[in-house]
Nanobody, 126 residues
Framework: QVQLVESGGGSVQAGGSLRLSCAAS????????MGWFRQAPGKELEGVAA???????TYADSVKGRFTISQDNAKNTLYLQMNSLKPEDTAVYYC????????????????????WGQGTQVTVSS
């Protein structure tokens, strides 16, 4: 059974940094795409960044140049380094994984993804 567990959320002032982690277990697919999504109060779920098993990445325009997605295969862990945080980055952040999705599709078709974590809150104050 695949489990994704996020950690690393918290409160930070604008301009600060946070690193989110997503520990994966039970995932045995040779191909995968993993990504980060976020949902702010009253807003729809938004795709933030994704990484495919070959290491290719994609980002939402709103976070390009500020966020970096990476993975440590030895630790089965996905990361999201968030720099230059803005109040509009405040949201619950979720990680997701899917054995079929690619970076071309993952951020746009969240409702088709197989595995999700429970979410971690990120709050950025001005």
């Amino acid at each position: 059974q695949v489990q994704l567990v996020e950690s690393g959320g918290g409160s930070v002032q604008a301009g600060g940094s946070l690193r989110l982690s997503c520990a994966a277990s039970g995932y045995t697919y040779s191909h995968y795409c993993m990504g980060w999504f976020r949902q702010a109060p009253g807003k729809e779920l938004e795709g933030v960044a994704a990484i495919e098993s070959d290491g290719s990445t994609t980002y939402a325009d709103s976070v390009k140049g500020r966020f970096t997605i990476s993975q440590d295969n030895a630790k089965n862990t996905l990361y999201l380094q968030m720099n230059s945080l803005k109040p509009e980055d405040t949201a619950v952040y979720y990680c997701a994984a899917d054995p079929i999705a690619s970076i071309a599709t993952m951020l746009r078709f969240a409702d088709e993804l197989d595995y999700w974590g429970q979410g971690t809150q990120v709050t950025v104050s001005s």
